[in-house]
């Protein structure tokens, strides 16, 4: 066995266990398995990528775990606290795109599908703004904020994979499919009635969001070594 691979297996049991406890709604074993997810991948990333991290990189796993505490703490600022860490995490991982990637070249053929998906990211923020305007009123300029900053990492995601169709491009777009989809299901979460496939479909999507995000990270190291 690699000596990557029982930090990757622990990382999917906390992921099946996370999901079992909520469902169940047993939340102070929740906070005990959700707790070893980020860890878990961190150590995976570390040992595959030869103990190579960059600044950028250190931050964003810094601000993930930041941010998955304020949810495990559940207290009147845990909420707050979790968009402004992954507010941060977001504007990294767009730097990073912005940064370390060519630059986007459409074609005739790369407006209509890149088109349909920015309508799509505009209604979709526009839809969740309306539903959290009503319980967080007060903030819901730093959410329209999270809400642009995770289309553009969205767009910049999908458009590269139109575009391109690599397998970075593609484990960008599955890394900012899941990370959006916690978001939203997140906000349904605290919008509506407790449901178990809303529960899973939450906690299922954040936490393969940090894999394929380790995923990225790995296949850019990759390709930053066959280039030099």
Not at 200 to 222: H, N, P, S
């Amino acid at each position: 066995m690699k000596a990557n691979k029982p930090s990757l297996i622990l990382f999917f049991l906390a992921l099946l266990f996370t999901i079992i406890f909520d469902c169940m709604e047993q939340d102070f074993l929740v906070i005990y398995t959700k707790s070893i997810v980020l860890p878990a991948i961190f150590i995976y990333f570390l040992i595959s990528s030869d103990f190579r991290i960059g600044k950028i990189e250190s931050l964003i796993f810094l601000f993930c775990f930041i941010g998955q505490v304020f949810e495990i703490m559940a207290i009147e600022a845990s909420e707050i606290g979790g968009v402004l860490s992954f507010l941060i995490v977001y504007i990294l991982l767009l730097m990073i795109f912005v940064r370390e990637h060519e630059k986007l070249k459409l074609t005739r053929k790369d407006v209509l599908p890149i088109g349909i998906i920015v309508i799509f990211l505009v209604y979709l923020l526009v839809s969740i703004l309306n539903l959290q305007f009503y319980n967080m009123k007060k903030f819901i300029i730093l959410y329209t904020i999270y809400g642009v900053v995770l289309g553009f990492v969205s767009y910049f995601s999908f458009a590269s994979y139109i575009t391109k169709g690599t397998h970075i491009a593609l484990l960008m777009s599955l890394m900012t499919i899941s990370f959006m989809f916690s978001d939203v299901f997140y906000v349904f979460n605290q919008s509506f009635s407790h449901s178990i496939v809303l529960v899973i479909i939450r906690d299922a999507t954040q936490i393969m969001a940090y894999y394929f995000m380790v995923e990225y990270f790995l296949e850019k190291i990759k390709i930053q070594k066959k280039i030099r």
